[in-house]
Nanobody, 128 residues
Framework: QAQLVESGGGLVQPGGSLRLSCAVS????????IGWFRQAPGKEREGVSC????????YYADSVKGRFTISRDNAKNTVYLQMNSLKPEDTAVYYC?????????????????????WGQGTQVTVSP
């Protein structure tokens, strides 16, 4: 059974950093595109960053470019999201999701949220 489990969320002051982890099981990570999404209260879920199976040329939303970095360790079945210079507007529940690496998978995952599997989410709160 496929499973994604997020961890690493918490409360941090503006300007601080957090590192989210997405541990996957039940499927072969190196055949899947992985994305991080977030949803703030009253807002739609949005794609934050997505990474393809090679790890090259990841996608970042404009709001996080230069501050967030996505990476993957297929040997550890884990995908990470390093978040630096956090702002109050980054407050949200963060989810990871997976989609098989088919045609235009990165676009379909991050733009259309077309994932096969979703995690349960981890709360990130940025507040003084």
């Amino acid at each position: 059974q496929a499973q994604l489990v997020e961890s690493g969320g918490g409360l941090v002051q503006p300007g601080g950093s957090l590192r989210l982890s997405c541990a996957v099981s039940g499927f072969t990570l190196d055949r899947y595109v992985i994305g991080w999404f977030r949803q703030a209260p009253g807002k739609e879920r949005e794609g934050v960053s997505c990474i393809d199976i090679s790890g090259g040329s990841p996608y970042y939303a404009d709001s996080v470019k230069g501050r967030f970095t996505i990476s993957r360790d297929n040997a550890k079945n884990t995908v990470y999201l390093q978040m630096n210079s956090l702002k109050p507007e980054d407050t949200a529940v963060y989810y990871c999701a997976a989609r098989p690496a088919d045609v235009a998978a990165l676009f379909r995952l991050c733009m259309s949220r077309a994932a096969d599997y979703w995690g349960q989410g981890t709360q990130v709160t940025v507040s003084p």
